[in-house]
């Protein structure tokens, strides 16, 4: 049976949620707080979290923010009363799987809750891109590397994630355009050689290789 975390400080919702999901074969627990979800989801005894983002003492964002800076790739359904676009947009780009607004239909919700976990139950999904000392989270959308975690633009991301889907070999320049900038490029512009200096700058000179006449490789 699948394990489901209800984080959710309204006692009135956490009880109809728990009473329906149990009713149809999960257990349960159920958190009233950001403190006690994050504790609980990061001992990786759930399947699943029903996330409420206007939690007392840490809110929802901050509670997904830390479970996937942690790596925990728990699917996470927001069920929340707050409906904007920007709220929704921030949630998805965070890390949920999922955005219900309230007022909501149970039976709504327990067919996302059961699309998430056959989801879940699929090979997992590679959210974290590793060579040698150097790794970037495709979700929060920053690098690790030997002196700490490091904040990238579009670009950059964009670059050092092609990099990371090729180690070892040598991308040539006119390949980085077309995966990078994907348009029409002048063969004779230096914007590569630009945005490499500025990755190497950010995860260390070494990690970058110029191979003269060719290109750019990964360590």
Do not use: C
Not at 18 to 29: H, Q
Not at 52 to 65: E, I, K, N, S, T
Not at 144 to 157: H, I, K, N, S, Y
Request: charged share 25%.
């Amino acid at each position: 049976m699948s394990r489901i975390l209800i984080a959710e400080d309204e006692q009135r919702i956490a009880s109809f949620v728990e009473k329906g999901l149990r009713a149809n074969g999960f257990v349960t627990t159920v958190v009233g707080d950001g403190d006690a979800a994050l504790a609980q989801v990061v001992a990786g005894e759930f399947d699943l979290v029903v996330l409420d983002l206007g939690l007392p003492r840490r809110d929802g964002f901050a509670v997904l923010q830390a479970m996937r800076q942690a790596r925990v790739t728990t699917p996470v359904i927001i069920l929340t009363a707050r409906g904007s676009v920007h709220d929704t947009v921030a949630g998805l780009e965070g890390g949920a799987d999922d955005y219900m607004t309230k007022p909501f239909r149970f039976e709504e919700l327990l067919a996302r809750v059961r699309l998430r976990l056959r989801s879940s139950d699929r090979a997992p999904e590679v959210t974290v891109l590793r060579a040698g000392p150097v790794s970037l989270d495709l979700r929060t959308r920053r690098a690790e590397t030997p002196d700490g975690m490091v904040d990238l633009t579009a670009r950059e991301f964009a670059l050092l994630e092609l990099f990371l889907r090729h180690p070892g070999q040598v991308l040539s320049r006119e390949q980085i355009l077309s995966h990078v900038w994907g348009y029409d490029f002048d063969p004779g512009s230096n914007v590569v050689d630009v945005y490499v200096r500025t990755l190497r700058r950010k995860i260390g000179q070494d990690h970058i290789v110029t191979v003269r006449g060719m290109g750019y490789r990964l360590g």
